[in-house]
């Protein structure tokens, strides 16, 4: 599909209330199905990547009812399901949560998810299912692993990405008495944060022993009954970019004190308004598209730790780059550093590309809303945030979308 924007940025105003976290969404379910008992968790909002995970607790024999905003429920039968096809569709979150909780009971899990999913590193569940004999084939349409983890202490790599250890920590909260040694250097560890937080509201004992190493103790998990899903702060930052293009828009509904580590943004945002400066990205890579959109609006800017934009949903370093091109706008891609020259941005030249990326999408859109344009694939936005181009026309943002 295609979204058609007209300029409008200056005439939008209004108060905006940031979308429920889909980080935060997938741990409190699956921690809530780890319980075995019964939870209601409000304030979920429907995008394709929490589907996703839905699917996947029913699929392992959790019972899931949806009424309203709200998800109650039901894990008396879960993970008594063996032999079964989780659906992960394209949430990599997905995928990588639910690998190690098909590894304990035994049976055979196919996985399945869009080629590029399945194409996104594993090996760090490749070498643990090499290492304790199990079985992981992937032969780029699906994934099947069997075998069955046990309590104990296991040591995986910390560089590629904090959902393997989620993932982990995940299953051994369900074994109990466990450690999980990270490899260094730990990015993203505010997700990881965030894991071992959900854990604690389920009742689960998970705390770090030391900076890499994490002690998963035997407490068996009690349910809260309800509790309600916090804002998002990733999201959020694509509404408060709209700021650089001259919107009057507040965004509420967040929590200053979230262990979110995208909430960053406001302090990035600050700086990029001053001067060209430098931001790390370690711990933050899915700011990387709006921070570059932000850039090209202001005076610049070069960021670092970005080798890992080449295997999110698309390669967003050089995605961002081939578009912005078309803004008139430069950047320069290495392999862990881009640089966003400071330019005057211009209607685009020719219609722009989602590259089947939300985050993509919505920082483009933040750039369309000043000069107008077209951009290609933005249903890529129903990932995270199915409600966005709604939002935009909420605040006056003229936008239409049309089939392709």
């Known amino acids: 599909m295609i979204a058609r924007f007209a ?26 199905a780890l319980t075995g008992e019964k939870t209601a968790v409000s ?65 055979r899990y196919i996985l399945r998810g869009s080629e590029r999913l399945l194409s996104r590193p ?33 040591t995986i790599d910390g560089s ?27 990015e993203s560890r505010p997700y990881i944060d965030m894991t071992l937080s959900s854990l604690r509201v389920f ?32 999201n959020a930052a694509f509404l408060d970019a709209l700021k650089f293009v001259g919107a009057n828009v507040e965004v509420t509904g967040l929590d200053e004190s979230s262990l979110q580590g995208d909430k960053i943004y406001k302090t990035h945002f600050e700086t990029l308004a001053r001067s060209f400066c430098e931001i790390d990205l370690a711990d933050t890579p899915d700011l990387a598209p709006v921070l570059m959109a932000a850039a090209a609006l202001c005076r610049g800017a070069r960021f670092t730790s970005t080798k890992r934009l080449k295997i999110k949903e ?3 370093g050089e995605a961002m780059k081939t578009e912005l091109a078309k803004f008139g706008v430069r950047a320069d891609v290495r392999e862990d550093e881009i640089t966003v020259y400071p330019s005057m941005i211009h209607r685009p030249s020719a219609p722009l590309d989602g590259h089947n990326d939300h985050r993509i999408v919505m920082a483009l859109s933040t750039l369309l809303l000043k000069t107008g344009g077209d951009i290609r694939g933005c249903e890529a936005v129903n990932k995270s945030y199915p409600d966005y181009f709604e939002t935009l026309r909420k605040l006056k943002g003229k936008v239409g979308i049309y089939d392709s």
């Open 122 to 154: 594993l090996g760090v569940y490749v070498s643990l299912c090499e290492e304790n004999g199990f079985t992981f084939e992937n032969d780029g349409k699906q994934l099947e692993v069997s075998g069955r983890l046990k309590r104990g202490t296991y």
């Open 7 to 32: 300029p409008s940025s200056e005439g939008m105003e209004g108060k905006v209330k940031a979308p429920p976290s889909k980080s935060a969404s997938h741990r409190l379910l699956i921690a809530s």
């Open 160 to 186: 590629v990405s904090s959902q393997f250890a989620t993932g982990m920590l995940f299953a051994l909260s369900r074994l109990g008495s466990s450690r999980l040694d990270l490899i260094p250097p730990v």
């Open 203 to 234: 009742g689960f004992g998970a705390e770090y022993e030391n900076e890499n190493s994490i002690r998963v103790d035997g407490k068996t998990g009690k349910s809260p009954e309800k509790l309600e899903v916090e804002g998002d702060w990733s």
């Open 43 to 107: 304030n979920v909002a429907f995008s394709e990547d929490v589907k996703a995970t839905l699917d996947c607790l029913r699929a392992l024999g959790c019972g899931v009812e949806v009424n309203g905003d709200e998800v109650r429920l039901d894990p008396t039968g879960f993970l008594e399901e063996k032999d079964v096809v989780l659906d992960c569709r394209e949430s990599g979150s997905t995928l990588r949560f639910f690998i190690p909780l098909c590894l304990l009971t035994g049976g």
């Open 314 to 316: 698309s390669d967003r």
